[in-house]
């Protein structure tokens, strides 16, 4: 595939299915799911591919079958997660469906029948992510800040540019522990966060934000350690080195939306910035907005869409200086309430006097 880049890779793999034999007029694409794969991963996986094009080649042929039909059909989710993320250090593949089981049993003995021990049904009446605390692992990735055992924590910022992940450290006895408190906390946190990249899909930019260490070796073990973690990624990254402000940068192949996205809305009333504007604020945005509509001199009613928050407080608080407002420009004010309604979304309508009104005066 042309998405692997890495020359020294690119060889790699031309070396290992060099010496496959595939039949006559069939050629091999090498995407990047394989990269990092062994030979014999490689192999089986050519293996399944040709079983399964002679299974097409072999219901075409088939007399009985009438147009249309169905020739191939992708494997669901769950036969799809096991081959893309099943490896020999995978210890167990736990399946809660009898169909899901026998269609991952099968998968196994064509891939790898030497591990389809490792497939078992779950038959207890006890909810399967409520016996291994999956539950509360999934609204873990939904947090921003993720604790580390030192009593450390690292925390998530996802921007328009970049990710930004601040790493926070625990509490340290003396002074003389300093280095090696953050030293701890760094290697912990390096581990968690390639973890956490990977489950909550995060891509792009990612600028991470270490303890300050003053020995140049601690910093060396915090890259390596990062890189070690991020080898078992299937997404692309590039790492820097650590900068003289601390900063590691990192850049990670964007493989999917991210995970918040799919369980979250924007909110209407922050637009994701997660901070709104005072009600002091907004009252003062909106007197503001009533002079400058009355400077025309020309208003015989001003309506206002706002919220009722805004009504409540005006009329309790700013009655005598509304009223002072309508007698002194001759016109009528009215607040029209819209649950919900935004600042950004007020809305003034004014009514012009005419000439003659406008004589009269």
């Known amino acids: 595939s042309r998405k692997i880049e890495d020359?020294?890779?690119?060889?790699?793999?031309?070396?290992?299915?060099?010496?496959?034999?595939?039949?006559?007029?069939?050629?091999?694409?090498?995407?990047?799911a394989g990269v990092g794969r062994t030979?014999?991963?490689?192999?089986?996986?050519?293996?399944?591919?040709?079983?399964?094009?002679?299974?097409?080649?072999?219901?075409?042929?088939?007399?009985?079958?009438?147009?249309?039909?169905?020739?191939?059909?992708e494997a669901d989710m769950v036969v799809r997660l096991v081959r893309d993320h099943f490896t020999t250090d995978t210890s167990e593949v736990i399946v809660d469906n009898i169909e899901s089981y026998n269609a991952v049993k099968?998968?196994?003995?064509?891939?790898?029948?030497?591990?389809?021990?490792?497939?078992?049904?779950?038959?207890?009446?006890?909810p399967i992510f409520s016996r291994h605390n999956i539950e509360d692992q999934i609204e873990s990735l939904y947090q921003?800040?993720?604790?580390?055992?030192?009593?450390?924590?690292?925390?998530?910022?996802?921007?328009?540019?970049?990710?930004?992940?601040?790493?926070?450290?625990?509490?340290?006895?003396?002074?003389?522990?300093?280095?090696?408190t953050a030293l701890q906390?760094?290697?912990?946190?390096?581990?968690?966060?390639?973890?956490?990249?990977?489950?909550?899909?995060?891509g792009g930019l990612v600028v991470i934000d270490f303890i300050d260490m003053y020995h140049k070796k601690n910093?060396?073990?915090?890259?390596?350690?990062?890189?070690?973690?991020?080898?078992?990624?299937k997404a692309r990254t590039n790492i820097s080195r650590i900068s003289k402000f601390g900063l590691l940068e990192m850049s990670r192949q964007r493989l999917a939306p991210p995970v918040q996205m799919g369980a979250f809305e924007e909110c209407v009333l922050c637009a994701g910035t997660g901070i709104v504007r005072s009600l002091n604020y907004t009252?003062?945005?909106?007197?503001?907005?009533i002079s400058e509509k009355l400077a025309s001199g020309k208003v015989k009613e001003l309506k206002i869409e706002v919220s009722s928050k805004i009504t409540e407080y005006l009329l309790n608080n700013k009655s005598r200086y509304l009223l002072n407002l309508q007698e002194k420009h001759q016109?009528?004010?009215?607040?029209i309430n819209i649950a919900g309604n935004t600042w950004t979304d007020f809305k003034y309508y004014v009514t012009e006097k005419t000439a003659d009104e406008i004589l009269s005066q």
């Open 7 to 32: 020359e020294e890779e690119r060889k790699k793999l031309k070396t290992l299915v060099s010496d496959f034999k595939l039949p006559e007029n069939l050629g091999l694409i090498i995407r990047t």
């Open 39 to 73: 030979k014999n991963e490689l192999q089986k996986d050519l293996q399944r591919l040709l079983m399964v094009w002679e299974n097409l080649k072999s219901s075409r042929k088939k007399d009985a079958q009438q147009a249309p039909f169905l020739i191939y059909q």
């Open 106 to 126: 099968s998968f196994m003995k064509i891939i790898m029948p030497r591990m389809v021990n490792r497939v078992k049904l779950y038959q207890d009446t006890r």
């Open 144 to 180: 921003r800040k993720v604790l580390l055992p030192s009593g450390g924590s690292i925390v998530f910022d996802t921007g328009e540019a970049m990710v930004s992940i601040d790493v926070n450290s625990g509490k340290t006895t003396s002074a003389s522990q300093l280095e090696e």
């Open 185 to 202: 906390t760094n290697l912990e946190a390096a581990d968690e966060i390639g973890r956490q990249l990977r489950l909550r899909d995060l």
């Open 219 to 233: 910093q060396t073990l915090i890259e390596k350690e990062i890189k070690k973690v991020c080898k078992l990624d």
């Open 283 to 289: 009252v003062m945005h909106v007197l503001r907005k």
């Open 331 to 335: 016109f009528k004010l009215e607040f």
